[in-house]
């Protein structure tokens, strides 16, 4: 596996933050992107099956897609997957974001 330091701007703040993630090389990503601050909502979730950074991009994509999703954060290590909304979020829409990104909805954290 590599490292590699990306920074990631959240469209959502304009606000910038610099990560290192290790991918399996595969897409040659592995980025992580931070959670902004100030959001109305703020929900953690496990999902199963991630491995590298084209995982989290897909999942970041799908769960964006989802209306008043502000930010995403997937934490590769763990599989937490930390969704900022202005809105409370469904489990089933969660779930059905997941779903379509190819991989599996554990749970709510906490």
């Given at each position: 596996?590599?490292?590699?330091?990306?920074?990631v701007?959240?469209p959502?703040?304009?606000t910038?933050?610099?990560?290192?993630a290790?991918?399996c090389g595969s897409c040659?990503?592995g980025?992580?992107?931070?959670?902004?601050?100030g959001?109305?909502?703020?929900?953690d979730?496990q999902?199963?099956?991630?491995t590298c950074?084209?995982c989290v991009?897909?999942?970041?994509a799908?769960?964006?897609?989802?209306?008043?999703v502000t930010?995403v954060?997937v934490?590769?290590?763990?599989?937490?997957?930390?969704v900022?909304?202005t809105?409370?979020?469904a489990?089933e829409?969660?779930?059905?974001?997941i779903d379509e990104?190819?991989?599996?909805?554990?749970?709510r954290?906490?």
């Amino acid at each position: 596996m590599s490292e590699t330091a990306v920074t990631v701007e959240s469209p959502a703040t304009g606000t910038t933050a610099e990560t290192t993630a290790s991918c399996c090389g595969s897409c040659g990503t592995g980025a992580t992107e931070t959670p902004a601050t100030g959001t109305a909502g703020r929900a953690d979730f496990q999902v199963k099956g991630m491995t590298c950074g084209h995982c989290v991009t897909s999942v970041t994509a799908e769960l964006r897609k989802i209306d008043g999703v502000t930010d995403v954060a997937v934490d590769l290590a763990t599989g937490k997957v930390t969704v900022d909304s202005t809105v409370s979020l469904a489990d089933e829409a969660v779930a059905a974001a997941i779903d379509e990104a190819g991989y599996d909805l554990v749970g709510r954290l906490g």
